[in-house]
Nanobody, 118 residues
Framework: QVQLVESGGGLVQPGGSLTLSCAASGSIASIYAMGWYRQAPGKQRELVASSTISGVTYYADSVKGRFTISRDNAKNTVYLQMNSLKPEDTAVYLC????????????WGQGTQVTVST
């Protein structure tokens, strides 16, 4: 079992930056995919970015060019660097781990709030 703990959320002005961290309780080196989701009030949870064990990354169109996902296997941590933040980026951001390709078992963190506002 993998436990995930997110941190780094907060209040930021439009155009600002934040870096979210997701610390895993064990090694992430063999985890097939790590990802970041977000859920805003009244909206469905959406995949923001993901990174596979082979280095393939995915970004939602809404964040391409602004967000960057990275994995540090030595620290068992996944990061989401968020730049040029917009009010519509406001949401709870959740870290996710998919142990292997095709796995229906997913691990989730508790989430961290990101609020983009003046």
């Amino acid at each position: 079992q993998v436990q995930l703990v997110e941190s780094g959320g907060g209040l930021v002005q439009p155009g600002g930056s934040l870096t979210l961290s997701c610390a895993a309780s064990g090694s992430i080196a063999s985890i097939y995919a790590m990802g970041w989701y977000r859920q805003a009030p009244g909206k469905q949870r959406e995949l923001v970015a993901s990174s596979t064990i082979s280095g393939v990354t995915y970004y939602a169109d809404s964040v391409k060019g602004r967000f960057t996902i990275s994995r540090d296997n030595a620290k068992n941590t996944v990061y989401l660097q968020m730049n040029s933040l917009k009010p519509e980026d406001t949401a709870v951001y959740l870290c996710n781990a998919r142990p292997y390709l095709g796995s229906t078992l997913l691990y989730w963190g508790q989430g961290t709030q990101v609020t983009v506002s003046t």
